[in-house]
């Protein structure tokens, strides 16, 4: 079975700061990927990154940056100086495609509410 | 360039009616997903589509069925709405578990 877990529900910021969001997974794949997505006010969902199992090289871009640790099932997100704009719901998402059958599965975890407070 | 194309955006519908999700994609992926958004629940699975004309059970089933005709529809149907039905509702598409998956703009459906 696969779960994500966000533990942090909501964070609140003052701009310009750090903030780390968390993301831990579970799955009994040994190939899979992790996807951050981030849900502005307006309600769409968007893509922002995507990390293979087998690759644990860390991502810098602008001010986002991704620390994934397969020793810790970890795929954590930090943004650097926030600003206002990053004010969203973030959501860390686990797919595979499991070698024991079955669809493509996707499962999100709960979501990470951040505030970014000018 | 559509994407994912959901309608209606908006509905609200008295306890015990019924009606039609509609999501449309120009994108020709193989796999579609209907999920509902609660506050705090994250993204739940209602329903996938491997390819036309398959279908299965997601995490939260009950109170729904889907169609998926053609390659490029998939539609949710609640045949008689529960207030527990409220909630906003995605239709994603997917080519391979290696991608992202693309995301209509949602329907808030509320039931009362």
Redesign the interface.
């Known amino acids: 079975a696969q779960k994500v877990t966000?533990a942090q529900?909501e964070i609140s910021v003052v701009e310009k700061e750090d903030v780390t969001l968390d993301c831990v997974y579970e799955t009994r794949d040994t190939t899979?990927?992790l996807?951050w997505?981030k849900q502005p006010p307006s309600?769409?969902?968007v893509?922002l990154i995507?990390r293979?199992s087998f690759d644990e090289q860390n991502e810098i871009s602008g001010r986002y940056s991704w620390n994934f640790q397969k020793s810790t099932s970890s795929f954590n997100f930090t943004i650097t100086a926030s600003q206002v704009v990053d004010s969203a719901v973030y959501?860390c998402?686990l797919?595979?495609?499991p070698v024991s059958g079955g669809?493509?599965?996707?499962t999100?975890?709960?979501?990470t509410k951040l505030q970014v407070i000018p | 360039n559509a994407g994912v194309t959901q309608t209606p955006k908006f509905q609200v519908l008295k306890t015990g009616q019924s009606m039609t999700l509609q999501c449309a994609q120009d994108m020709n992926h193989n796999s579609m997903y209907w999920y509902r958004q609660d506050p705090g629940m994250g993204l739940r699975l209602i329903y996938y589509s491997a390819s036309e004309g398959t279908t299965d059970k997601g995490e939260v089933p009950n109170g729904y069925n889907v169609s998926r005709l053609n390659k490029r529809e998939f539609s949710l149907r609640l045949e008689s709405a529960a207030p527990s039905q409220t909630s906003v509702y995605f239709c994603a598409t997917l080519y391979y578990s290696n991608q992202p998956q693309h995301f209509g703009d949602g329907t808030r459906l509320s039931i009362l």
Do not use: C, M, P
């Not at chain 1, 999100?108 to 979501?111: H, M, Q, R, V």
């Open positions: 966000q529900t899979y990927y996807f997505y309600g769409e969902l893509f995507r293979n959501f998402a797919s595979a495609f669809y493509q599965k996707v999100f975890g709960t979501g």
